[in-house]
């Protein structure tokens, strides 16, 4: 199986901080790395798939780059919000695995 | 809109069973991959199932494989999970979630439910 690692697990940031969190697979992912938010008592909710491709209705300060084995997910404005858990996701293989998650803090 | 209802969680003792449903609305269910996604309490996401949008295309979590079946009706729009010999760690909230394409892979999940509860205790 794939492993996913995602760092840092968590981190504090203030309204309006840049973000960086970044993802990392054991083997390349031909570009099938998705993204996902979770805000609390929620859903996962899709932001990115397949590395850099925004999901329809997700506001443009959100953004994913990377290739073979090394992704990033950047909020380049952070937002009230985006106070959230954040999951990386290969959907490159089966089975399907997720990284273990990195929490945005409010600093 | 497009929508996806979990039920058939509860509480159930180690080793008993249980069947998970998941209604689907708003797209065309049989054009489209599905997954079981669960989430243990305080824990992250860990991917159960996928099934293609023919059942052709299956595959499980090895901490599942044997004891978790997972299946399609399309003509009625919905997804089960069918949950043999329950252990404490099976306790979690489970997600029905809908593929963004028709096979179980390359695709994100793009539609989640709100998940259903399960908990095993004695």
């Known amino acids: 199986d794939i492993q996913m690692t995602q760092s840092p697990s968590s981190l504090s940031a203030s309204v309006g901080d840049r973000v960086t969190i970044t993802c990392r697979a054991t083997?390349?992912?031909?570009?099938?790395l998705n993204w996902y938010q979770q805000n609390p008592g929620k859903a996962p909710k899709l932001l990115i798939y397949?590395?850099?491709s925004l999901q329809s209705g997700v506001p443009s300060r959100f953004s994913g780059s990377g290739s073979g084995t090394d992704f990033t997910l950047t909020i380049s404005s952070l937002q009230p919000e985006d106070f959230a858990t954040y999951y990386c996701?290969?959907?490159?293989?089966?089975?399907?695995?997720f990284g273990g998650g990195t929490k945005v803090e409010i600093k | 809109e497009v929508q996806l209802v979990e039920s058939g969680g509860g509480l159930v003792q180690p080793g008993r069973s249980l069947r998970l449903s998941c209604a689907a609305s708003?797209?065309?269910?049989?054009?489209?991959?599905m997954h079981w996604v669960r989430q243990a309490p305080g824990k992250g996401l860990e991917w159960v199932s996928g099934i293609s949008w023919n059942s052709g295309s299956i595959g499980y979590a090895d901490s599942v494989k044997g004891r978790f079946t997972i299946s399609r009706d399309n003509a009625r729009n919905s997804l089960y999970l069918q949950i043999n010999s329950l252990r404490v760690e099976d306790t979690a909230l489970y997600y029905c979630?809908?593929?963004?394409?028709?096979?179980?892979?390359?695709?994100?999940?793009?539609?989640w439910g709100q998940g259903t509860t399960v908990t095993v205790s004695s």
């Open positions: 979630a809908k593929g963004a394409g028709e096979a179980p892979y390359y695709y994100g999940m793009d539609v």
């Open positions: 083997q390349s992912l031909s570009g099938y």
């Open positions: 708003g797209f065309t269910f049989d054009d489209y991959a």
């Open positions: 397949a590395a850099s």
């Open positions: 996701q290969q959907s490159y293989s089966f089975p399907p695995t």
